[in-house]
């Protein structure tokens, strides 16, 4: 079978009702029509289709304007559509056979097949798995609608969609409907299952488009119905308990410079750990890779905090979780590196001179096999006892926190002069480097900087957005060049250990020799963020780099 | 895209049957199909309900005034579109006449539908006219119903004749016997004699049967309203020949249909 060119059809504009309130209709769903130009010609096809919308864990595509569905018709046959928001068609593509499998689970959009739609996915999502964000059966009627030629003028489908449970984590889309099977309730007892409702759309023929809009504004008059307020994906995803963008890793918390620092520590400590949780099963499935970094940078934010805010904090809180908050970032480094390695892997294969890619490749089979392992450490550790308590007591004494006596010190002051602690911390920090300093002086810096960047984020809501943004900004500048020095520090490190570890493993020489260059390569990168950071650090300490973070030490409310 | 027409110089010989029943049995085999009705009379328009009605008229169309997809209905049948007739076209041969190159003329006008189309099927005007030679030029196929007779003998050979003195690309003839009747000997004489003539035959004869007459009173092709009949499958038969002589190459993996007739 040839393939169809991948063109989005250019359709006419279709239109949808629903029944008041959306309820479902008895019988066939239809409006009564009373007009001599129309009639309905009662349906003669009819069929079951699985709808499901997926996007990235952190909606990347709903932030883009997309919205992809996938939509099962029967078992090894799929079709995606990439829409707007206002539904109107990106791309597409119809899957078949062992393709049509692939967006049944989380997949990364490289799996699809070559075409407009993966290539428009891979911008937008870049290493984020897609997931169903909702999911529904419909059971589907067609009737026409024709003219008093009897010619049709328009396809009038009455879709009858159930949202289903939303799969967890990881799960399967449930397969495809069976033709005749009595899979949903709301198909096959009459009775509307909770989560149902009613669509009817009006899809004009080609060259009726006129006619068709004079049937529509006669159902539109119809008794009982109106326009669709709401697409289906919004439907589907009210009826489970989801709205569009409903997951952010940003510590959106509003704070008021007047409340109790503690208040505002425990709300912060709380979305900090809500955050970590909510990537806590992305991470045992493994869906991608940064379920795991959201929840490292959740752990790392939070030992920050208890770090840099221990004065507001009773000192029994500090004490017990500094160390159980070690032990969870330390519980999750060995996977991410191993990450890192994987995911910058393709671009220091591009990079090697000497050797070729496939001499690079044992090196990858062994990055994969660590990472593996690491992996399912890091997963026994999320189920251990140790992870329970820790959530369930943590969350206790953060509810705790929130409502205690502790009304000193007050939010906005206490933020400002932790802010101005910080700041100088890494301006004194820095102050002390030299050209001559060992990487580990860097790497303090950088724990330094990555303090101050916590301390502005946390307490965001207080400043001014603007402010905060050239804070933030001028911070990053220096982040970014002491973030490349310290990973390439850390990574040609790791590589001088995996070398030792492979060669007792009869690795071939060519595979140690390619990692050779990529140790090289590293150490290229290393330099030049080495003889980048003077220049970094100076802005940095200008008197105009320190007025963008003292800007804040005094905006304070 | 490919371009079949349904071809004689005489007229009630089953053309129009042709042409609406090939065009519905290639939609249902998954291509994308387009049927122009050339005809003034309008009947393949009339079969699927359309009316025989452009904007503009012929001049339009032929002009480029008006663009062809401009004027395509869908018919009631999924990946089936009709270019309606109209009775301005009886004038096509004279709005051809005053084009540039009025021989390549059809086949410019339709080379833009080939991203939308697999198969175009032109239903013919009888006669031998600008219009006809312009068809002639167009099409990659041409399906001609004979019925056996002396008289239709005659206009095949003149209509061979016509095309081999082409020069460039030729279409490839398909001649088939219409309202054929196995009853009487003439037929049976006609249908014997002519493969030796060199012309290509189809295997496929469709015999004179009263569904086919009727379908003028259904309004649909026989294929869809009686697919199980033998009229449909007899069409099936054509269908098959026609699509390889076409050189189709096999239908395009359309979208699943997520809807099925119900039960």
């Known amino acids: 079978m040839q393939r169809r060119p991948e063109v989005v059809p250019i359709v006419n504009a279709v239109r949808e009702f629903v ?54 018709t029967r078992a090894g046959h799929g079709e995606l559509l990439l829409t707007d928001r206002d539904g109107d068609p990106v791309a597409a593509e119809t899957l078949t056979g062992a393709a049509a499998a692939v967006p049944r689970r989380p997949f990364l959009p490289g799996a699809l097949p070559l075409g407009p739609v993966r290539e428009r996915l891979m911008s937008v999502t870049t290493i984020r798995a897609m997931l169903p964000v909702a999911t529904a059966a419909s059971t589907l009627t067609e009737h026409r609608a024709v003219n008093t030629d009897d010619k049709t003028i328009a396809r009038i489908v009455v879709e009858r969609m159930t949202v289903l449970p939303a799969p967890k984590p990881g799960a399967t889309i449930p397969g495809a409907p069976k033709p005749g099977a009595a899979t949903d309730s709301a198909a096959t007892d009459g009775a509307p299952a909770p989560g149902t409702s009613d669509r009817i759309a009006i899809i004009p023929l080609r060259g009726y488009q006129a006619q068709a809009d004079r049937f529509a504004e006669l159902v539109e008059q119809a008794p009982g119905f109106g326009p669709a307020a709401h697409s289906a994906f919004e439907t589907a995803l009210a009826a489970a308990g989801r709205r569009p963008g409903d997951y952010t890793s940003k510590i959106n918390v509003e704070l008021a410079g007047d409340l109790p620092a503690a208040h505002a520590l425990a709300a912060i400590l709380g979305r900090l750990f809500e955050v970590a949780l909510a990537n806590r099963d992305g991470t045992i499935a ?22 840099i805010a221990r004065s507001a904090l009773p000192p029994s809180l500090t004490e017990r979780y500094r160390p159980e908050f070690k032990w969870l970032g330390d519980l999750t480094t060995p996977t991410r590196d191993l990450d890192v390695f994987l995911l910058t892997y393709p671009s220091m294969a591009d990079g090697l001179i000497g050797a070729n890619a496939d001499e690079l490749e044992p090196f990858r089979d062994y990055l994969r096999q660590q990472r593996t392992t690491a992996h399912r450490r890091l997963v026994r550790g999320l189920r251990s006892a140790r992870f329970a308590r820790l959530a369930e007591d943590w969350q206790r004494d953060l509810a705790r926190l929130a409502s205690s006596s502790r009304h000193r010190p007050v939010t906005g002051p206490y933020a400002a002069a932790r802010i101005a602690r910080t700041h100088r911390d890494v301006l004194r920090t820095g102050a002390a480097v030299t050209e001559g300093s060992a990487p580990a002086a860097l790497h303090e810096l950088r724990k330094r900087c990555k303090e101050l960047r916590y301390a502005l984020e946390v307490f965001a809501s207080l400043h001014e957005p603007a402010q905060h943004w050239r804070a933030v900004n001028e911070l990053k500048t220096l982040q970014d060049v002491l973030g490349e020095f310290q990973d390439t520090e850390v990574q040609r490190a790791r590589l001088r250990g995996f070398a030792a570890q492979m060669i007792g493993q009869g690795v071939p020489a060519t595979a140690l020799l390619a990692m050779g260059e990529i140790g090289a390569q590293l150490a290229v990168r290393q330099q030049a963020a080495r003889a980048e950071f003077a220049g970094r650090f100076a802005a940095f300490s200008s008197p105009q780099g320190q007025a963008r973070i003292t800007a804040l030490t005094g905006a304070a409310r | 895209m490919r371009i079949l027409a349904a071809y004689n110089i005489k007229g009630g010989v089953g053309k129009t049957s042709t042409a609406v029943n090939i065009a519905y049995l290639a939609a249902r085999d998954g291509y994308r199909v387009l049927l122009w009705d050339l005809d003034p009379q309008g009947a393949a328009s009339f079969l699927f309900r359309v009316r025989p009605r452009v904007k503009g008229g012929g001049k339009a169309l032929v002009t480029g005034r008006r663009p062809v997809d401009d004027a395509i209905k869908a018919t009631d049948f999924d990946n089936l579109d009709l270019l309606p007739a109209d009775f301005t076209y009886r004038n096509l041969d004279l709005h051809l006449d005053d084009q540039r190159k009025p021989m390549t003329r059809l086949r410019n006008l339709l080379r833009p539908l080939g991203d939308e189309y697999d198969l175009v099927v032109l239903d013919c005007p009888p006669s031998i006219s600008l219009l006809s030679e312009s068809v002639l030029h167009a099409a990659d196929l041409l399906l001609v119903p004979l019925i056996p007779t002396t008289l239709s003998m005659r206009t095949l050979d003149q209509l061979t004749g016509f095309i081999a003195g082409f020069t460039g690309r030729r279409p490839r003839v398909l ?59 007899y069409y099936r038969d054509l269908w098959a020949e026609a699509r390889s002589r076409a050189g189709l190459p096999d239908p395009p993996a359309g979208p699943p249909a997520g809807l099925a007739p119900a039960n």
């Open chain 1, 286 to 307: 493994d869906i991608d890779t940064e379920f795991l970094h959201d929840l490292r940078v959740s752990v790392r934010r939070t030992r920050s905090v208890l770090k």
């Open chain 1, 19 to 72: 029944p008041a309130g959306g309820v479902p209709t008895a019988g066939d769903g239809l409006p009564p029509i009373d007009d001599p130009r129309f009639a309905i010609s009662p349906g003669t096809r009819s069929g079951r289709l699985r709808r499901s919308w997926l996007d990235t864990f952190d909606w990347r595509l709903f932030r883009a304007g997309l919205i992809l569905e996938y939509r099962l």
């Open chain 2, 175 to 233: 001649a088939f016997w219409s309202m054929f009747d196995r009853r009487k000997r003439l037929h049976r004489e006609i249908a014997a004699e002519l493969p030796a003539q060199g012309t290509e035959v189809a295997a496929t004869a469709i015999p004179a049967l009263s569904a086919i007459e009727r379908m003028s009173l259904q309004r649909a092709p026989i294929t869809a309203s009686a697919p199980r009949g033998q009229a449909a499958r």
